[in-house]
């Protein structure tokens, strides 16, 4: 539940914790942040309840805490405005989100998860067989692994940098099991 802050005040999030199955309160508290960037104050608000549940938190919980949003608000502007763009699944509006994801980066070089929607978006390129200007699907797939792989070195617990990685190793031997184990025969066929 958010509490006021009137104006020049800091904002102030009142959390209670509520058993769900028999609606018992197990605990509350206000948790104020001296931080006005309301992006942050979901994550600071889970720390401090994390905290006050569980005590001390184990330095693998820190760091999964820890994953901070971007410090420029234009950054997670932008961000949102590629997500909006993305959802279209065009190719000019998905050529639109990569511009906004990139400039996101641009705006905060740490922000992981634009760089992994910058290569998701030059997956979806391959996956619908869009052509992108000026770059052979080769070009499109080399500059969608930049992306991811920059992303893993930046952050390797991100799910979305390793999603992307994923779909665009989809691309690498399309259709074929080049890569794969050879299969071995079945029962049924040896017996033929």
Known sequence: MWGGAG???SPAVTVELVRASDGMHAWG???ESRDTALQTIPQAV???VATVITGA???VERTALASRPPRDPA???RFLRGNYELAQRTPRAVRRAIDQYESAVRLDPGF???LARVAVGYGLFLDWGWDYPGLSPANVLSRGFDAADRALQRDSASADAWMARGFLLSFRNPRTFEGGSARRPSAR???E
Do not use: I
């Open 46 to 48: 889970a720390r401090a």
């Open 29 to 31: 508290g206000q948790y």
């Open 112 to 114: 992981t998860p634009a």
């Open 7 to 9: 104006r020049g005040q």
């Open 189 to 191: 066929t040896r017996a």
């Open 75 to 77: 950054a997670y502007d």
């Open 57 to 59: 938190l184990r330095p």
